[in-house]
C-alpha cells in the first residue's frame, strides 16, 4: 500500500496533535474492558493513549511505514505500556484474530478506506469472527453533507501550525468526487518551511468512498449485527443530519 | 391510506405525461413470459397497456381509491382485456399471494414510499414469496441528485392538459431520509373560477449502494441497473435507477 507509506511520512504532522476522539474510545474500552484491537491503527495516536491507560491493545495496519511510526513512539514508553501493545501488519478485509476483543474500532473515517460494499462487507464479516459475544464494534465515518457531494471537484488550502518546528505550513488537499461509484481520490500535500527557509513539499494520494446512513445500517446488518447506538459527536449527542460525524455502536446478532 | 385516495382523481392529469416507462415494462413482461405482478398499481397508468399487450397482470395496491379509478377504465376496455386483470386492495409489506409471479415490478418511484429500511425490507420479503424462482423483480426509483438534497424545501410546477397546473411543494428531513411532497392541483373552470385540491405524502430517497444492500439482504442478486427506461447504464446524472434483481436460492 505505497499510497499510505507516502501519507505514513506526514500524517502525525497533521493529525498526531489531534486528541477530540481519545476520550470517547477511553471511555469505550472502560465499559467493554480489554482486550481491545484498533483496525487501521496507523501511527498510534488512538492506540497509545489506549495502552497508556491499561489496555491490552492490538492493532492490525495495511500500511508498514504506518506501524515504523507507530514502533518508533512505543518505543518511548515504559516497559509496561509497550508490554500491551501488539501490532499486526494485515489487512482487515481478511485477517483473522485467533484471539477474541472485546472492543473492536475503527476511528476517524479510516473504514471509508474500504472502497466497496464488498470490501466493507469483508470486513465486517472477519471483525465477526474475532469479537467476543458480549463485545461491541464501534465506526466512525463522517456524515456526508450533500451541499459538499454537489461538486466533483474540490480544492482546499489550509495554513497550519507545523507541530514539530511551529512555522505555518500549507496543506493543499485535491478531492475529485464519482458520484456515481460514491467515491473520492485525494490528492494532499503538505508544504513545511526548512530551517533554511527552503520550502519542502510531502505529497500523498488516496482514495476513500462516503457511507449514507441508512446504507451504514444496511452493512452492518448484512453482516450480522445490530446497531446498539449512533452518535453524531464524541460528548454522544445523538446523531442527526448535521452532526457532521456518526459513531455506529454495533453488537453482534 | 386517504392520503392516497384523496390524490386518486388527479394522479392521471399529474402524472399522465410520464409514460415512457410503458415500452420498457413492456418487452420486460415478454421476457417474463408468465403472470405478472405489478405493485402500487395505482390507476393503471402500466398495467392497463399491459393488460391491452395481452398479458395476466395482477395489480396491488393500498389505496382503493386508486384502484377504483383504475376499475372505472378497466370497464371500458374490451372483455378479453378485462380478462387479464386482478386487482387487489392491500399493503405491500404483508401481503401474500398464493399464485407465484414470474415478473413482479414497482415503477415510477413507488417503492419509496415505504419510508423506512424496515418497510422496505418488510416488502421484499413478502416478494420472494410470491416471486418464481425463475423470476425477475425489478424497482424503479429516482436517483438521488445531491444538490437537491441539500436543500431543505423546494417548490416545482407543471402544466397538465387542460390548463390545470399541478404545484409540487417539497420539505426533506435528511436525517430520516424523508421528504413530504405537497402536491395542489389547480383547475380552471370556464367562468374563471380555480378549484385547488391538495394532497400531501411523504416519500422517501435511496442511494444507489442502499438499494443494492436492500436487496441483498433480502435475498436477492442484482442483475442489471439501468439508467432509464431507454436501458441506458446507470450513472449519477441518469436521474433514474431501474434495479432488476433475481432471486437467491433460498439456502444463501
Same mark, same amino acid.
Given at each position: 500500500?505505497?499510497?499510505?507509506?507516502?501519507?505514513?511520512?506526514?500524517?502525525?504532522?497533521?493529525?498526531?496533535?489531534?486528541?477530540?476522539?481519545?476520550?470517547?474510545?477511553?471511555?469505550?474500552?472502560?465499559?467493554?474492558?480489554?482486550?481491545?484491537?484498533?483496525?487501521?491503527?496507523?501511527?498510534?495516536?488512538?492506540?497509545?493513549?489506549?495502552?497508556?491507560?491499561?489496555?491490552?491493545?492490538?492493532?492490525?495496519?495495511?500500511?508498514?511505514?504506518?506501524?515504523?511510526?507507530?514502533?518508533?513512539?512505543?518505543?518511548?514508553?515504559?516497559?509496561?505500556?509497550?508490554?500491551?501493545?501488539?501490532?499486526?501488519?494485515?489487512?482487515?478485509?481478511?485477517?483473522?484474530?485467533?484471539?477474541?476483543?472485546?472492543?473492536?474500532?475503527?476511528?476517524?473515517?479510516?473504514?471509508?478506506?474500504?472502497?466497496?460494499?464488498?470490501?466493507?462487507?469483508?470486513?465486517?464479516?472477519?471483525?465477526?469472527?474475532?469479537?467476543?459475544?458480549?463485545?461491541?464494534?464501534?465506526?466512525?465515518?463522517?456524515?456526508?453533507?450533500?451541499?459538499?457531494?454537489?461538486?466533483?471537484?474540490?480544492?482546499?488550502?489550509?495554513?497550519?501550525?507545523?507541530?514539530?518546528?511551529?512555522?505555518?505550513?500549507?496543506?493543499?488537499?485535491?478531492?475529485?468526487?464519482?458520484?456515481?461509484?460514491?467515491?473520492?481520490?485525494?490528492?494532499?500535500?503538505?508544504?513545511?518551511?526548512?530551517?533554511?527557509?527552503?520550502?519542502?513539499?510531502?505529497?500523498?494520494?488516496?482514495?476513500?468512498?462516503?457511507?449514507?446512513?441508512?446504507?451504514?445500517?444496511?452493512?452492518?446488518?448484512?453482516?450480522?449485527?445490530?446497531?446498539?447506538?449512533?452518535?453524531?459527536?464524541?460528548?454522544?449527542?445523538?446523531?442527526?443530519?448535521?452532526?457532521?460525524?456518526?459513531?455506529?455502536?454495533?453488537?453482534?446478532? | 391510506?386517504?392520503?392516497?385516495?384523496?390524490?386518486?382523481?388527479?394522479?392521471?392529469?399529474?402524472?399522465?405525461?410520464?409514460?415512457?416507462?410503458?415500452?420498457?415494462?413492456? !418487452?420486460?413482461?415478454? !421476457?417474463?413470459?408468465?403472470?405478472?405482478?405489478?405493485?402500487?398499481?395505482?390507476?393503471?397508468?402500466?398495467?392497463?397497456?399491459?393488460?391491452?399487450?395481452?398479458?395476466?397482470? /395482477?395489480?396491488?395496491?393500498?389505496? *382503493?381509491?386508486?384502484?377504483?379509478?383504475?376499475?372505472?377504465?378497466?370497464?371500458?376496455?374490451?372483455?378479453?382485456?378485462?380478462?387479464?386483470?386482478?386487482?387487489?386492495?392491500?399493503?405491500?409489506?404483508?401481503?401474500?399471494?398464493?399464485?407465484?409471479?414470474?415478473?413482479?415490478?414497482?415503477?415510477?418511484?413507488?417503492?419509496?414510499?415505504?419510508?423506512? /429500511?424496515?418497510?422496505?425490507?418488510?416488502?421484499?420479503?413478502?416478494?420472494?414469496?410470491?416471486?418464481?424462482?425463475?423470476?425477475?423483480?425489478?424497482?424503479?426509483?429516482?436517483?438521488?441528485?445531491?444538490?437537491?438534497?441539500?436543500?431543505?424545501?423546494?417548490?416545482? !410546477?407543471?402544466?397538465?392538459?387542460?390548463?390545470?397546473?399541478?404545484?409540487?411543494?417539497?420539505?426533506?428531513?435528511?436525517?430520516? *431520509?424523508?421528504?413530504?411532497?405537497?402536491?395542489?392541483?389547480?383547475?380552471?373552470?370556464?367562468?374563471?373560477?380555480?378549484?385547488?385540491?391538495?394532497?400531501?405524502?411523504?416519500?422517501?430517497?435511496? $442511494? $444507489?449502494?442502499?438499494? $443494492?444492500?436492500?436487496?441483498?439482504?433480502?435475498?436477492?442478486?442484482?442483475?442489471?441497473?439501468?439508467?432509464?427506461?431507454?436501458?441506458?447504464?446507470?450513472?449519477?446524472?441518469?436521474?433514474? *435507477?431501474?434495479?432488476?434483481?433475481?432471486?437467491?436460492?433460498?439456502? $444463501?
Amino acid at each position: 500500500m505505497p499510497e499510505y507509506d507516502a501519507y505514513s511520512v506526514y500524517y502525525d504532522v497533521l493529525y498526531g496533535q489531534w486528541q477530540i476522539d481519545v476520550p470517547f474510545y477511553l471511555a469505550m474500552a472502560k465499559e467493554t474492558g480489554g482486550p481491545v484491537l484498533e483496525l487501521a491503527c496507523g501511527t498510534g495516536r488512538v492506540l497509545l493513549p489506549l495502552a497508556r491507560a491499561g489496555f491490552d491493545v492490538t492493532g492490525i495496519e495495511l500500511s508498514q511505514a504506518m506501524l515504523d511510526k507507530l514502533q518508533a513512539k512505543l518505543d518511548k514508553e515504559p516497559r509496561e505500556v509497550q508490554a500491551r501493545v501488539a501490532l499486526k501488519c494485515g489487512d482487515m478485509r481478511d485477517y483473522r484474530f485467533t484471539q477474541k476483543f472485546r472492543l473492536v474500532f475503527c476511528a476517524f473515517n479510516s473504514f471509508l478506506h474500504l472502497m466497496t460494499t464488498e470490501d466493507q462487507l469483508a470486513c465486517l464479516h472477519s471483525v465477526r469472527e474475532y469479537l467476543a459475544d458480549d463485545g461491541r464494534l464501534v465506526i466512525h465515518i463522517f456524515a456526508p453533507d450533500h451541499s459538499r457531494l454537489t461538486s466533483r471537484d474540490e480544492t482546499e488550502i489550509a495554513v497550519e501550525r507545523d507541530p514539530e518546528t511551529g512555522r505555518d505550513m500549507v496543506v493543499t488537499d485535491i478531492s475529485k468526487r464519482d458520484l456515481a461509484s460514491q467515491t473520492i481520490s485525494v490528492w494532499e500535500c503538505v508544504d513545511r518551511i526548512e530551517d533554511d527557509g527552503s520550502v519542502k513539499r510531502y505529497p500523498a494520494s488516496f482514495t476513500l468512498c462516503w457511507i449514507h446512513h441508512r446504507e451504514m445500517h444496511l452493512l452492518l446488518r448484512c453482516a450480522g449485527y445490530e446497531v446498539a447506538n449512533v452518535y453524531g459527536g464524541y460528548d454522544k449527542r445523538p446523531y442527526d443530519y448535521v452532526s457532521g460525524i456518526e459513531l455506529f455502536v454495533a453488537r453482534k446478532v | 391510506m386517504p392520503e392516497y385516495d384523496s390524490y386518486a382523481p388527479f394522479y392521471d392529469t399529474s402524472h399522465g405525461g410520464t409514460p415512457d416507462d410503458i415500452p420498457f415494462f413492456t !418487452e420486460l413482461t415478454r !421476457e417474463a413470459n408468465g403472470p405478472v405482478c405489478e405493485l402500487a398499481c395505482g390507476t393503471g397508468r402500466i398495467l392497463i397497456p399491459l393488460a391491452r399487450a395481452g398479458i395476466d397482470v /395482477t395489480g396491488l395496491d393500498i389505496s *382503493q381509491g386508486m384502484l377504483d379509478v383504475l376499475q372505472g377504465k378497466l370497464d371500458k376496455e374490451p372483455r378479453d382485456v378485462q380478462s387479464h386483470v386482478a386487482l387487489k386492495c392491500a399493503d405491500m409489506r404483508d401481503y401474500h399471494f398464493s399464485q407465484k409471479f414470474k415478473l413482479v415490478f414497482c415503477a415510477f418511484n413507488s417503492f419509496l414510499h415505504l419510508l423506512t /429500511t424496515d418497510d422496505q425490507l418488510a416488502c421484499l420479503a413478502c416478494v420472494r414469496e410470491y416471486l418464481a424462482d425463475d423470476g425477475v423483480l425489478c424497482i424503479g426509483v429516482f436517483a438521488p441528485f445531491h444538490d437537491l438534497l441539500a436543500r431543505r424545501a423546494d417548490t416545482d !410546477e407543471q402544466l397538465c392538459p387542460d390548463n390545470a397546473i399541478a404545484r409540487y411543494f417539497t420539505t426533506r428531513n435528511q436525517a430520516e *431520509q424523508t421528504m413530504e411532497l405537497a402536491i395542489a392541483h389547480e383547475t380552471t373552470d370556464a367562468d374563471g373560477t380555480v378549484h385547488r385540491h391538495t394532497t400531501r405524502f411523504t416519500l422517501c430517497w435511496i $442511494h $444507489h449502494r442502499e438499494m $443494492h444492500l436492500l436487496l441483498r439482504l433480502a435475498g436477492y442478486k442484482v442483475e442489471k441497473v439501468y439508467g432509464g427506461y431507454d436501458k441506458r447504464p446507470y450513472d449519477y446524472v441518469s436521474g433514474r *435507477q431501474v434495479f432488476v434483481a433475481r432471486p437467491l436460492p433460498a439456502t $444463501h
